[in-house]
């Protein structure tokens, strides 16, 4: 039986990664296990999907039910908060940093003795931004935080091979409910549309697919950030 954590999971990226999880030809010996605040996109998956509420800006994160050994961890909070550096405060900083990295840290040290278990080559999976490679003004919240992300991962991965592989996805503007306030104006998600070589924004799908793979089917990448991007970082 493999096991996979997933903070959030109920909708956007997180739900895709499980549905392409789940379209494996026989996955009866998974369970992912999601904790998020809502489970209403996941009722179709019972069985294969143990759901626990969980707000991760107040509750703890409690391991007393987890499975002894853990095959994979994802990480999915995040924030979008474009705004002029000199409008921003360092207490801006602290809690951007704080959803997207702090709380995560948080998590993971007391998944690492069951991950450290698995016999399957563990994989751990973070999420960064294309804004690390390819700068962009108001995104400087973003970049503080998604870029202490990709150095983490590329350390952890050194730190905790063999045993377990660390790897991070650095999207560009993807069409999740996180996104909403730029795809829900014609203005700004045109201008991002133009941005990319493939003339598109990014779909859960196309993030989906990847996590699906890096946790079930790879085996020799750690330490990677993987631009999936439409081409906007080359």
Request: hydrophobic letters at 40%; one cysteine or more.
């Amino acid at each position: 039986m493999k096991n996979f954590i997933f903070i959030g999971g109920s909708y956007g990226i997180g739900l895709s990664s499980i549905n392409h999880i789940m379209s494996k030809k026989d996955q009866s010996d998974i369970k992912i296990h999601v904790y998020s605040r809502s489970s209403d996109n996941l009722n179709s998956l019972e069985g294969n999907v143990i759901h626990t509420p969980f707000d991760i800006s107040k509750d703890e994160f409690d391991t007393t039910h987890l499975p002894e050994t853990v095959d994979g961890f994802v990480y999915l909070p995040g924030s979008i908060k474009l705004k002029p550096f000199h409008t921003l405060k360092p207490e801006d900083f602290m809690e951007d940093y704080k959803i997207n990295f702090l709380n995560m840290v948080s998590i993971l040290k007391k998944l690492i003795p069951s991950l450290k278990k698995s016999p399957n080559l563990p994989c751990v999976v973070l999420f960064s931004s294309v804004v690390i490679k390819k700068g962009m003004p108001f995104h400087s919240l973003v970049a503080a935080s998604k870029g202490a992300i990709e150095g983490f991962v590329k350390n952890m991965a050194v730190e905790y091979a063999p045993k377990i592989r660390f790897n991070c996805i650095a999207p560009s503007l993807t069409n999740t409910p996180l996104a909403k306030s730029i795809t829900s104006n014609p203005k700004m998600l045109e201008t991002s549309i133009s941005k990319h070589p493939l003339k598109r924004i990014g779909e859960p799908e196309d993030i989906g697919k990847l996590v699906s793979y890096l946790l079930l089917e790879d085996s020799f990448m750690t330490g990677q950030i993987f631009h999936t991007d439409g081409g906007m970082s080359v």
